[in-house]
């Protein structure tokens, strides 16, 4: 086996040992004579194991004494509290502090922790301009024409093929594509829901779901939420005669970064289908896994059609692309009524780029070392905090995602913070975003997906530093 890959497999063979907790915080390490003598191993390719160890911070080096398993960065703060929001439906959304926020998108001069998605350079970019000239040659107009109002056919194919992974047995037919996920959400907001309908959803919750219900004219009923599992299922069981449908991220939900057990997605979607209950489903992140294996989707246990899943390539490789998806099941209809009057037809470049990108096995690579990044980035803003946050800060621990939630002293308003830090040219998402109650605003989202430096490292330090102040 090549050295390359060989120091990377042992690496990741005493990473996944330090995450079970076989080696715990504070156990010393094969010297590094040891280790290559036990792997039969060069001394170059042992010491490259124990700085991939240490640029994951799973490990320290004591001087004159060898290597140590570190203590875990998520362990060194507390988890949040499962949210408590009142079970009143409400809407009354914070549309200033949202605009203020997302005006921000794609300003070069601002480290941008409040827009979760990957930054460019984690992204196949030359990649994906080829399959864009790949694309214009090879689709019919070049592309210029209307493309099939059910959506590109290879797509779907590929789509269909990957839902193996979660065990969703999806066929080309049973998708419909999209401008991305919002789009599909919306798509299916409308198929379901009228106006005075009451939607059960996550809190806290990506705030572009609080607006779309606005804009449809639903009333929005917050469930309490575990920052690890997701919603609590008893509060949904007592909601369920005031609801008309349900929106569940169920896969590393922002900003917590939760994933719902496989025996809870299965008791939500056999609930709701007793009662009748349209869920949709949000699985935009379900790619972006820290574990050994993809979760399974609420889709995977939909045996009536009730469940409307929605996806795209935004967080994963291209979110200017805006391709998208849903698997509608029996709401496919009114769902290419609403494509057909809203849109007419997606856009047919992207969706056979994206589409060959997908087929490739460049995509898998990608993935694999966009996830291991993601991971990565998490343990270093772990690290940070802890070191340099105020005393009494805790982080969610997400098992996949783009985003970490944070939660400050009472005292601190993450409003207030973020007029602080935009002077200092950061931009972050107040918690106060992310609910239409008055909840969550000593809380804040910051996004995982920026590449880690030392620049950013001293980013987060400042925000650190400015909440110190205001206490």
């Known amino acids: 086996m090549k050295q390359d890959f060989l120091y990377l497999q042992i690496s990741n063979n005493i990473a996944q040992l330090i995450r079970k907790e076989v080696l715990k915080a504070g156990d010393r390490l094969p010297s590094v004579r040891m280790l290559c003598h036990e792997h039969n191993i060069s001394m170059n390719t042992a010491k490259r194991v124990y700085l991939e160890l240490e640029g994951q911070s799973l490990i320290e080096s004591i001087p004159q004494s060898g290597y140590f398993v570190s203590q875990l960065p998520y362990k060194r703060l507390p988890l949040p509290e499962t949210s408590s929001p009142s079970q009143i439906s409400s809407n ?17 001069d601002l480290t941008l922790f409040s827009i979760g998605v990957p930054s460019d350079e984690l992204l196949p970019l030359a990649g994906l301009n080829k399959e864009i000239m790949h694309a214009t040659r090879q689709l019919r107009d070049s592309g210029a024409g209307y493309e099939a109002l059910q959506g590109n056919e290879k797509l779907r194919k590929i789509i269909a093929a990957r839902s193996i992974s979660w065990e969703g047995s999806l066929h080309e037919n049973d998708l419909v594509t999209t401008a991305g996920s ?54 949904l069981k007592k909601a369920i005669h005031k609801i008309n449908l349900c929106l569940l991220v169920t896969n590393f939900s922002t900003p917590l970064g939760s994933c719902m057990p496989d025996e809870n997605k299965k008791e939500v979607v056999a609930l709701l289908a007793k009662h009748n209950i349209p869920l949709i489903e949000d699985d935009l992140y379900g790619d972006l896994y820290f574990g050994s294996h993809r979760p399974k989707c609420c889709k995977s246990f939909d045996k009536n059609g009730t469940v409307l899943l929605c996806s795209s390539v935004s967080k994963t490789l291209a979110p200017g692309y805006r391709v998208g998806w849903v698997a509608p099941g029996r709401y496919k209809e009114q769902i290419l009524k609403l494509k057909l009057a809203h849109a007419i037809s997606s856009p047919a470049i992207t969706q056979e780029a994206a589409a060959n990108y997908l087929k490739s096995g460049r995509y898998e690579n990608h993935l694999r070392k966009l996830r291991k990044t993601l991971y990565n980035n998490y343990q270093h803003y772990a690290h940070t905090i802890s070191q340099h946050f105020p005393e009494g800060t805790k982080t969610s621990r997400p098992q996949g995602g783009l985003t970490l939630w944070v939660e400050l002293p009472k005292k601190i308003d993450t409003t207030a913070l973020y007029n602080l830090a935009i002077k200092h040219k950061i931009s972050i998402a107040p918690g106060r975003m992310f609910t239409l109650q008055d909840q969550f605003e000593n809380c804040m989202r910051l996004c995982i997906g920026l590449s880690w430096s030392e620049e950013l490292r001293s980013k987060l330090i400042q925000i650190g530093r400015l909440a110190k102040m205001m206490l």
Do not use: W
């Open 182 to 235: 919002m789009n599909a959400l919306a798509f299916c907001m409308m198929a379901v829901a009228k106006p005075g309908d009451t939607i059960a959803i996550e809190s806290p919750v990506y705030p572009g779901i609080l607006q779309l219900a606005g804009s449809i004219g639903l009333k929005v009923l917050e469930l309490p939420t575990h920052p690890n599992t997701g919603i609590k299922i008893e509060a």
């Open 92 to 108: 009354k959304e914070p549309d200033e502090m949202i605009s203020k926020v997302y005006l921000n998108m794609g300003r070069k």
